[in-house]
């Protein structure tokens, strides 16, 4: 009977994360588009050619209007460019932190392993600019529908 309780202590988490992981991808799949502002005078514009190296410029995510929820700006231009760059999973973990802060429960809040475990998986540098930028929790929902959704091609 010990070797049952070992076994279930070990399998348990595992068990949890791939569930949470199956609930991310099935969320992040229903999300929509609309049309997005320009890009303001704060916008990142990197270098031809220029990788990120971790150290971003930070960018404000779009406003959020009154009108539909569900509908989201397509991408700019550079918006494309960095979605196609893919970010390590330190940029991943600062990301979720700072969607653990907005919505104020301690950085390292286990809550928040979704979001971890999706930007491990397609986190890209257009999401952690836009997360980084984001001033509230509504905020930083809309730079997870618009970038870490599955809708979009995979970098």
Request: hydrophobic fraction near 40%; proline fraction near 12%; charged fraction near 15%.
């Amino acid at each position: 009977m010990a070797d049952v309780t070992k076994l279930a202590k070990r399998w348990v988490p595992w068990v949890l994360l791939v569930g949470a992981v199956v609930v991310a991808v099935a969320v992040a799949g229903t999300s929509s588009r609309v049309p997005e502002p320009a890009a303001g005078p704060g916008a990142f514009h990197p270098a031809p050619g220029s990788r990120s190296s971790g150290a971003v410029a930070r960018s404000s995510p779009p406003p959020v209007t009154s009108g539909s929820s569900s509908a989201l700006p397509p991408m700019s231009p550079q918006e494309e460019t960095d979605f196609a760059i893919h970010i390590p999973h330190e940029q991943c973990e600062d990301g979720v932190k700072r969607i653990n802060t907005l919505e104020g429960k301690p950085p390292t809040d286990p809550s928040a392993l979704t979001f971890l475990s999706v930007c491990l998986r397609i986190g890209n540098l257009a999401w952690y600019k836009c997360i980084v930028g984001a001033q509230t929790r509504p905020e930083a929902a809309i730079c997870n529908r618009r970038f870490l959704s599955l809708d979009h091609p995979s970098p």
